[in-house]
């Protein structure tokens, strides 16, 4: 190699020789590279500063090579204008686009720029806004000024959306699918009710997709059709025309190509029939449904493909499936990737294929929602691999490894405990026999959390090991100790204790849960002037019970549930056999349904239903006082003070009941995500006796809230108005502010 020289092309002085050379590999004195070249071209080109770069090489008569690099520097930014921006200051225009002073002058960034600062305007309401954009350059200097010249025009909202020829689908239901809204009393909070360009245009897209699973394939939508009238200046009318054509229907179906599975096993297998309106998206699952049927008995490379024949004589749409066989597989090994944390057999232990199994494809998809459903991964994906022996395919499983641990400090207030500090350690993928891990890896489960409040204060460690001797069995256990005088004011009560359990599921959805509880419950610091019946708790009792329960999850998310349900029954036996101060049973049951009631601001019902008895047995003492029934506050009927609804003795203090039942209706919507407003209604009673399910006596109230996410827990802020009380617990508005869910 001989001399490199760097040849600047356009004049100023934006960037230094030293800065060519120092983005190079090659050097004088080096022996020439081509591929070197090619890589250095590339090399300069990626920092940005450079619109041309061009290197000329000149053989020597002693074979050296003499390279001349040329570039032409981009220009730099010299200042940044704006021009007409009445309503936005120049400050919040810059922190909308990424061309800068001092920084290359990229002219497609700058067009991007532009883009950008009208979007800003777009969603503030200013829907007319035009935004043009002017470079000058200074050949001398090598600095370019770049100006935006800005048209705001009016700040407006959207008072209506309509369809013209829409004749078969109400506009209504079109509204439905698209992100832009009407002006609504909260567009002020959610931002909803402006026109924003490419908000529009997908919803325009979502529109053709919506006719076209409707079965009008042939619709046209025209963005250039789209008309913007503004009967004032500050409201805006968009009119949407249609053109539907026809509706198309499913003709004949047939199956060609299967010698595998039976014709009649696989028309079992497709939901979509002869006469049902034609839409893609459901053909596309009958597509996956057909293969599947090949896929479960190790055919897993068959393909179906779906072939639409166009019925001039009944104007339907004949269908094919042609089916292309493959020969079956098994599985050859497992492989798996990316587990640098999790020990694979926490995930071959999720896997419903293993090595010398027929490679189902059903149970490959299977497989894959357990490992996604552990949230020990970001991302999970499977794929046969190819193998040098014929009919087999290694299972490859690739995951990427999600944050699983969480240290969490903090404070709050509510209602009930008023304030609180905690501390919380939570680890979802626990091993605690992996130091050198962080004791992660294993799968288990593992918390530690101490609060202190004005009314409460709790210590907690719990520990689970979802996989017992390799079985999907689960063996855990829990030590607290709890204080809290939040019940009222006239006595504090402390519970230590333990419970070991063991939780397995049984079918489908259905999970047992055995747990065995030993616990010491104090009562203490009772003021003098309580009555009677509070001076006689004071004192020490050990409860020895036995839990069994039963449930089903049907429920799409644990936090903002929108569908599915939740069902449960509780058997508990305290003393007896198992020794104890207290001998008592609790039968219980409880429910909850959630229903989607419209896309719009997602909008959900849900219902929840509790009935319980406690009674005590034997020569026992009666039901200790703090393990009866009592209703009312954040979590029951909210229009009431906590534990205010329920029997109470001769100066009005609560005392709990043997026998309750409690019913909540609620309807929530979205004010802007993740924010919620709610509407609801409770009503619930508890008698003194035992199997007494009564309603004579109930109170019931009605109220409206809100639900936010504060540090990732939910945020409930309610306003309860009770309408049938008692001479004691009906006191008016009551105001909830609490932390958690009410199942």
Known sequence: MGTITIKFVS?????????????????????????????????????????????????????????????????????IRYEGNTYVKASKLDGEIKTKPNTPLDEHQVNEDAGKIREYYQKAGYNQVKVDKEIVKDPKTGLGTVTFRIVEGNKVHISDILFVGNDHIKAAKLREQMETKKWWIFSWLTGSGRLKDEDFDDDLDKLRDFYRESGYLDVEILREKVTFAYPSSSRLIITIPVQEGRQYKIGEITITGNTLVTTEVLRSRIKQKSGMIFAPSKLDKDVEALEDAFGVGGYFETRVRLVRKPNLSTGNIDIEYAVTE????????????????????????????????????????????????????????????????????????????????????GAGYSSLERAVIFAEIKQSNFDLFNRRSMFQGAGQKFRIRVQLGTNSSEAILSFEEPWLFERELALG??????????????????????????????????????????????????????????????????VSKL?????????????????????????????????????????ETRGAQFWPIFDTQGQVFSVIGRAGVIDNYGKSSDVPFFDRYFLGGPYTLRGFEYQGVGP????????????????????????????????????GFVNANAYDFSPAHYNDNFGFGLRLFVAGAPLNLDFGFPLRGDAVNKKGMQFNFSFGTRF
């Open 11 to 79: 004049p100023g002085n934006v960037v230094s020789e030293q800065f060519v050379r120092a983005n190079m590999q090659l050097k004088e004195g080096m022996d020439f590279d081509d591929t070197l070249v090619d890589r250095d071209i590339r090399s300069l080109n990626k920092t940005g500063h450079f619109e041309f770069i061009e290197i000329k090489r000149e053989e020597r008569a002693d074979h050296t090579v003499d390279l001349t690099v040329e570039v032409t520097p981009k220009a730099r930014v010299k200042e």
């Open 477 to 542: 256990f829990n030590l607290y100790r709890t204080s809290q005088n939040y019940t009222n004011t006239l006595y504090n009560e402390i519970r230590t204790g333990g419970e070991v359990y063991v939780r397995k599921y049984l079918f489908e959805l259905v999970e047992a849960r055995l747990g065995y509880t030993y616990e010491v419950v104090t009562i203490d610091n009772v003021v003098s002037t309580a009555s009677p019946l509070y001076q006689s708790l004071a004192g020490t009792q050990s």
């Open 326 to 409: 493959s020969e079956k597989l098994s599985v050859e090994s497992i492989r798996i990737e990316g587990n640098s944390k999790t020990k694979s057999t926490v995930i071959l232990r999720e896997l419903s294929l293993g090595p010398g199994d027929v490679f189902d494809s059903v149970k490959m998809k299977n497989s894959r929602q357990r490992l996604e459903n552990t949230h020990f991964f970001d991302d999970v994906n499977m794929a046969p691999e190819s193998t040098n022996i014929p009919g087999r395919r290694n299972l490859k499983i690739s995951v990427k490894e999600a944050r699983t641990g969480d240290l969490q400090f």
């Open 648 to 683: 109470k003795d001769s100066v009005g203090e609560p005392i709990g009941g043997k026998t309750y039942g409690f019913f909540s209706l609620e309807y929530s919507l979205d004010i802007v995500s993740p924010v919620r407003f709610a509407a609801f209604y409770d009503a």
């Open 547 to 587: 839990t069994l329960q039963i449930s089903r999850d049907t429920r799409d998310k644990l936090l903002n549930t929108t569908s599915g349900n939740r069902v449960e029954a509780d058997i508990e036996l305290a003393g007896g056999p198992l020794s104890g101060d207290t001998n008592y049973y609790r039968l």
